[in-house]
């Protein structure tokens, strides 16, 4: 029993996925996934990657979670399982990557400028 792994991140979250042939358990940071993520809407976009496929109930996934927020982790955890998903069959390829799911956002967070109240937005100008 093979065990193939990867890491996905999105944002500030970072997900180390290890995949291996089982029974659909997926797992996150020693926790079930119904646990971690309540929302049902979060569920869905992990187990995107598996419903794509048609291979829902083939893998067990246990992953380790860390920084961001909970969207951000769902989005890490689906790109390391969809990642993971290519080590164990590279035809998969042709499925996931219409899908987007092997696509990393490179979208994050700009940075705060000094004199500034946010990234973009400035201080109320007074012209006297």
């Known amino acids: 029993m093979e065990v193939f792994n990867a890491i ?3 944002k500030a ?22 646990d971690y993520f309540p929302v049902l809407q979060l569920q869905y976009i992990v187990k995107q990657p598996f419903l794509t496929l048609d ?22 955890l ?23 799911f092997l696509t990393r956002d490179p979208r994050v967070v700009e940075r705060k400028k000094p004199g500034q109240k946010k990234a973009r937005k400035k201080f109320q100008f007074s012209k006297r």
């Open 55 to 76: 291979k829902l109930g083939e893998y067990d996934v246990k992953a380790n979670l860390d920084g961001g927020g909970i969207k951000g982790q769902a989005e890490a």
């Open 13 to 34: 979250a970072v997900a180390r996925v290890y995949l291996s042939a089982g029974k659909g358990n997926i797992t996150v940071n020693n926790r079930k996934m119904e």
């Open 78 to 100: 689906r790109l390391g399982i969809s990642r993971a998903l290519l080590k164990v069959d590279p035809d998969y390829r042709a499925s996931l990557k219409p899908m987007g």
């Open 8 to 10: 996905g991140r999105r």
